[in-house]
């Protein structure tokens, strides 16, 4: 659990020091903001829950030629974003790793799926914020303010 509060700290403290030129606190800012919540909320709730309903829209979805050219463009598109923003990527592929083993840390514990989704959301957060407010907080000191 620690690892991933340091996981989701790091990131916050990266993403606030590389975008703070470009993302002054304006609807730009909690936009690119209410995207990284997003992603942790939706994560968590993957890691949790059942991927039935999941496969079967993907199963769907792929019967068709469009499907085919949809998923072989969104992977390409995804390979392309990888490899030009490789310091961003690499970021998202420690917070995927830290999460997952958080969930299989409480899966050995034996914890329920909500609890799970609750623990991994609220830790998750918490290091978002850790990492926000230590970033502004040593602006702030440097500034003079």
Do not use: C, P
């Not at 592929?93 to 991994?120: G, K, P």
């Amino acid at each position: 659990m620690v690892l991933l509060l340091a996981a989701y700290a790091t990131f916050s403290w990266f993403f606030t020091h590389t975008f703070t030129q470009v993302l002054t606190f304006s609807s730009t800012a909690y936009l690119a903001w209410g995207l990284v919540l997003g992603f942790t909320l939706l994560q968590a709730l993957l890691l949790t829950t059942q991927f039935n309903g999941l496969k079967a829209l993907v199963g769907r979805w792929l019967q068709s030629d469009v499907g085919y050219f949809t998923l072989i463009f969104a992977a390409s598109l995804g390979g392309t974003f990888a490899f030009i923003w490789s310091n961003v990527t690499g970021y998202f592929v420690v917070l995927i790793a830290a999460e997952i083993l958080a969930r299989l840390d409480l899966q050995n514990a034996r914890f329920s799926r909500l609890h799970s989704f609750t623990i991994l959301t609220v830790i998750s957060m918490l290091g978002l914020a850790v990492g926000l407010i230590a970033s502004l907080r040593l602006d702030a000191s440097v500034t003079g303010a």
